[in-house]
């Protein structure tokens, strides 16, 4: 990428609190391989012979509900290859200019094309912040999530409040709400800010970047096929978990087979 156009990059993700990246930026070959390796996990079979964390969907569970698996890149080399290719890491490193960037956790999700409401397919709006209190306040964090399908506006595409970042920690929202009006409007954010609802389209091997602050949610898909990612959850050298702890979401930071650096290091 030229230098000017990182430029950019970076300056309408600080402006937005995310960045879509567009067009794929991983080989078909090796997004091909991820999603049989994603498949793999979702049927119990771990090609590195290690299992993924407990996890909220384990194999044998509903394919209609919400998938979503912990730290999938422990049970499959195709995933872990994804997370190293290296044009992640330098668009991770043009957004923030960071030196160093890690990849300390990694969810599998899948969204199955339902029209039952009570198959909670659902994610509420949330800031990861929430979520992230092992973490040092302050702490520079944020998420790269790979597309392994084609994401459409039919998809249940993940939406951004564009410039939400900017509001700080709001103690509000819950990624299990359903009713995804219904809590915006309770989100109670200040009547000055006029925040854009945005939704992340993306071809497969496309990537969204967004800030730990940036509220983000998303609805049922009725494409007609599943929506498949990778939520990949980033730090730069400017962070610390709290107390230096290694515990919690932190607690393979220490293990770069498992929590690759995807830049610098
Ligand atoms: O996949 C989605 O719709 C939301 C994922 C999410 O909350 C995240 O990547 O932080």
Same mark, same amino acid.
């Given at each position: 990428?030229?230098?000017?156009? =990182? ?29 049989? &390796? ?35 890149? /422990? #049970?499959?080399?195709?995933?872990? !290859? ?6 992640? &890491?330098?668009? #991770?490193?043009? +957004?923030? &200019? ?12 899948? =969204? ?11 994610? %509420? ?7 992230? %209190?092992?973490? !040092?306040?302050?702490?520079?964090? /944020? ?12 998809? %249940? ?5 564009? &410039?939400?970042? =900017? ?9 299990? !709400?359903?009713?995804? !009006? ?17 939704? #992340?389209? +993306? ?5 969204? /970047?967004?800030?730990? +602050? ?30 230096? =702890? ?5 607690? /393979? ?13």
């Amino acid at each position: 990428m030229p230098s000017s156009s =990182k430029e950019q990059a970076r300056t309408a993700y600080e402006r937005n609190g995310f960045y879509l990246v567009q067009e794929p930026i991983f080989p078909d070959e090796l997004l091909r391989r991820a999603v049989d &390796g994603m498949e793999a996990i979702r049927r119990g079979e771990y090609d590195t012979g290690l299992p993924p964390q407990p996890s909220p969907w384990n194999p044998g569970d509903d394919p209609n509900t919400l998938c979503k698996i912990e730290q999938p890149q /422990f #049970a499959s080399h195709a995933i872990r !290859e994804l997370l190293r290719y290296p044009a992640l &890491g330098e668009w #991770a490193a043009a +957004l923030t &200019g960071a030196s160093m960037v890690q990849a300390w956790w990694v969810q599998l999700l899948v =969204k199955p094309s339902t029209a039952d409401p009570e198959k909670k397919t659902n994610i %509420g709006w949330h800031q990861d912040r929430h979520y992230w %209190g092992i973490w !040092e306040d302050g702490s520079e964090l /944020f998420t790269a999530w790979i597309a392994l399908s084609d994401v459409t506006e039919e998809s %249940g595409p993940m939406r951004f409040l564009r &410039g939400s970042h =900017k509001l700080g920690y709001r103690q509000q929202g819950d990624f299990y !709400e359903q009713d995804l !009006e219904a809590q915006r409007e309770g989100l109670r954010l200040p009547e000055s800010e006029a925040v854009e609802e945005v939704a #992340a389209i +993306l071809p497969p091997g496309g990537v969204s /970047f967004h800030d730990r +602050l940036t509220f983000h949610g998303s609805g049922p898909n009725r494409s007609g096929s599943p929506r498949r990612s990778l939520a990949v959850h980033l730090r730069t050298q400017n962070s610390r978990p709290v107390e230096d =702890k290694r515990a919690g979401l932190a607690q /393979f930071i220490d293990d770069p087979e498992l929590c690759p650096f995807i830049y610098g290091e």
